[in-house]
T-cell receptor, first 115, second 112 residues
Framework: DTGVSQDPRHKITKRGQNVTFRCDPISEHNRLYWYRQTLGQGPEFLTYFQNEAQLEKSRLLSDRFSAERPKGSFSTLEIQRTEQGDSAMYLC?????????????FGPGTRLLVL | KNQVEQSPQSLIILEGKNCTLQ??????????LRWYKQDTGRGPVSLTI?????NTKSNGRYTATLDADTKQSSLHITASQLSDSASYIC???????????FGKGTRLHILP
């Protein structure tokens, strides 16, 4: 257990529905990241926050995706009008600061299946 | 283009045997390289981290090496155990850029 938690761990939804995932980082960590991982691939960067500010969004993050970190603590990732191609593991990670030497600690992930 | 390539894609060995996983990267400039272990259905967990000035780093039965000149790293697992069955992901950080670059991982299967 790295100290990063994600909820839910699994989500099955029908195409067109909206889903929301939550990530609780390690409490003193300023940076929070969202990644998407498909089978047999490494994680792909989606977006990251420095405290409550969303500093970067990947081109993978279409307008159906939105992420928030309103108080600089937990974060939510919402996918609207889900498509079958959204099926993947969604990973959250946190790190203590902006230094690039800091290790990112990953949560257990939320596995999404869109039917 | 910054890339991280891992080999082999998958590996099967018998319990108790040693193995070595490879990671080649073209990331430049380079800050550090990490190896993560990812169990099936779980998030990655950090095993080792090395800066460009470090040649080797150990964590129990895991030993990572780094050759910054050839841009190659390896992860050596000694006396493998069934619990070592997992994906091992090589991750490289470009200098002054917090967006890290992941390899696709090597899927390791340990047979009893």
């Amino acid at each position: 257990d790295t100290g990063v938690s994600q909820d839910p761990r699994h989500k099955i939804t029908k195409r067109g529905q909206n889903v929301t995932f939550r990530c609780d980082p390690i409490s003193e960590h300023n940076r929070l990241y969202w990644y998407r991982q498909t089978l047999g691939q490494g994680p792909e960067f989606l977006t990251y926050f420095q405290n409550e500010a969303q500093l970067e969004k990947s081109r993978l993050l279409s307008d159906r995706f939105s992420a928030e970190r309103p108080k600089g603590s937990f974060s939510t990732l919402e996918i609207q009008r889900t498509e079958q191609g959204d099926s993947a593991m969604y990973l959250c990670a946190s790190s203590p600061s902006a230094r690039d030497q800091e290790t990112q600690y990953f949560g257990p992930g939320t596995r999404l299946l869109v039917l | 283009k910054n890339q991280v390539e891992q080999s082999p894609q998958s590996l099967i060995i018998l319990e108790g045997k040693n193995c070595t996983l490879q990671c080649n990267y073209t990331v430049s400039p380079f800050s550090n390289l990490r190896w993560y272990k990812q169990d099936t259905g779980r998030g990655p967990v950090s095993l080792t981290i090395m800066t460009f000035s470090e040649n080797t780093k150990s964590n129990g039965r895991y030993t990572a090496t780094l050759d910054a000149d050839t841009k190659q790293s390896s992860l050596h697992i000694t006396a493998s155990q069934l619990s070592d069955s997992a994906s091992y992901i090589c991750v490289v950080s470009p200098n002054r850029d917090d967006k890290i670059i992941f390899g696709k991982g090597t899927r390791l299967h340990i047979l009893p």
